[in-house]
């Protein structure tokens, strides 16, 4: 795998930083459709904050070219697809990332190239969506002039500890020995090691069930908080003394969001209704989970009326609309669910968030962020997200007001889950 070149289709929170990752072994060209995230990156900026300039100055130096031209990747035979994998507003799978970016490489597929996925799909994706593109584009035959693999994307956004090559990964190929082939061009940039599955259908399942996993275990303290506050005991003081045991589960009850955890189950419910089984857990799941952000605003209502305050109009502030902490990422957000729910009773809510970025959250949201704070106008403040910039912070004179703490960060407040 020496001699390969290598093309990252998609440079996001995913393409880029394995991009970076594989210019250090080998030539690489990184593609993304959209010319302002190439000027940005070839300026040396990422706005997703997973590389800082220096390390983009470094690839550039290197082996790594930026581009949007088609016409630049034609001599690579190895592709690797990272575009994002969304849902639709009926939360069924939306594909058409993954097949326009199969559609872009069927057009430039030469004999004995490889094309390897780390786009989240469901078990059969690959081989039954995006390989018949991949044919219809390039004329060739799948299997026999070209291959294709499987390595799930396993990028936690925002983690500089756990970053590309010190997570364990996840391989596969359509054939054995393209297997083999893609375990080992992992195999040289992942410090941490690999595991090569036993066919593509199998990564596939592996990786969609990591976050389905999370997904149903977080709902179920997520339920916990629910029933703890109707019993008046603090949830967190729950799981910390639960917590004590070897083998217990350590999850947090929150907003779950994003672009994986939020999203996936409904790949994998997708694939069982197709074949004629309707998941159960998984969707109860993702309904309890969907709906916590209605939750944590009935809540917030419910406090301002006991302290004295008229809720219509009432001023609100949130700290934080990006999907995790110290992240700019804004896909998916279930804060948002929180803020169109205080707006439906009337309030007036405002957010701050110095982590996201302002023109993003103005086009996927039109909220407009606040650049400065003061508190003293709020009838209540929601922490919404646990950004280390909101953790020093003292809400005082706030004794008639409220204080929910969604991410139970805070040593006193009204609320928290």
Not at 1 to 13: F, R, V
Not at 90 to 97: E, Q, S, V
Not at 284 to 311: P, S
Request: with cysteine.
């Amino acid at each position: 795998m020496s001699k390969s070149k290598i093309c990252i289709i998609g440079l996001g929170y995913v393409g880029l930083p394995l991009a970076h990752a594989f210019s250090n072994k080998y030539n690489v060209v990184g593609f993304d459709i959209y010319q302002s995230r190439i000027d940005e990156l070839n300026s040396a900026y990422d706005r997703t904050l997973e590389l800082n300039e220096n390390q983009i100055r470094e690839a550039l130096n290197n082996n790594i070219k930026f581009t949007s031209n088609t016409d630049d990747i034609k001599d690579s035979n190895i592709y690797i697809v990272t575009v994002p994998t969304p849902i639709d507003k009926n939360k069924r799978p939306n594909l058409t990332p993954l097949l326009k970016a199969s559609e872009t490489i069927g057009k430039v597929l030469s004999r004995d190239d490889i094309v390897i996925y780390e786009s989240t799909v469901y078990p059969g994706a690959t081989e039954e969506e995006c390989v018949p593109v991949l044919e219809k584009y390039s004329s060739l035959k799948f299997n026999a002039d070209f291959f294709c693999g499987y390595s799930p994307e396993r990028i936690n956004p925002g983690d500089k500890e756990h970053t590309v090559t010190k997570i364990l990964k996840v391989t596969a190929g359509s054939t054995l020995e393209t297997g083999k082939k893609v375990d080992e061009l992992y195999s040289s940039i992942i410090t941490a090691g690999t595991h090569l599955a036993p066919t593509i259908k199998v990564a596939e399942a592996a990786k969609v069930i990591e976050n389905s996993q999370r997904d149903i275990n977080i709902a179920f303290v997520n339920e916990l908080a629910i029933i703890f506050n109707k019993l008046n005991i603090n949830t967190n003081d729950v799981l910390e003394a639960a917590g004590t045991k070897w083998n217990f589960l350590n999850f947090k009850p929150g907003l779950v969001g994003g672009h994986c955890i939020g999203v996936d189950p409904y790949y994998l419910t997708h694939k069982a209704q197709q074949v004629g089984y309707n998941p159960e857990i998984i969707l109860a799941g993702r309904r309890l989970n969907d709906n916590m952000g209605i939750y944590v605003a009935n809540q917030v209502i419910k406090l301002l009326i006991k302290k004295g305050h008229r809720v219509d109009k009432s001023k609100i502030l949130v700290l934080g609309i990006t999907f995790k902490e110290n992240c700019p990422d804004i896909r998916n957000s279930r804060v948002i669910d929180v803020i169109e729910e205080l707006q439906e009773f009337g309030c007036c809510v405002d957010v701050y968030d110095p982590w996201a970025d302002e023109v993003e959250v103005k086009s996927e949201y039109n909220i407009k962020l606040k650049k400065e704070l003061n508190y003293s106008e709020y009838a209540g403040v929601i922490l919404a997200v646990a950004h280390e910039e909101f953790k020093s912070m003292k809400l005082q004179g706030f004794d008639k007001n409220v204080v929910y703490d969604i991410k139970n960060i805070l040593k006193e407040s009204d609320g928290n889950l």
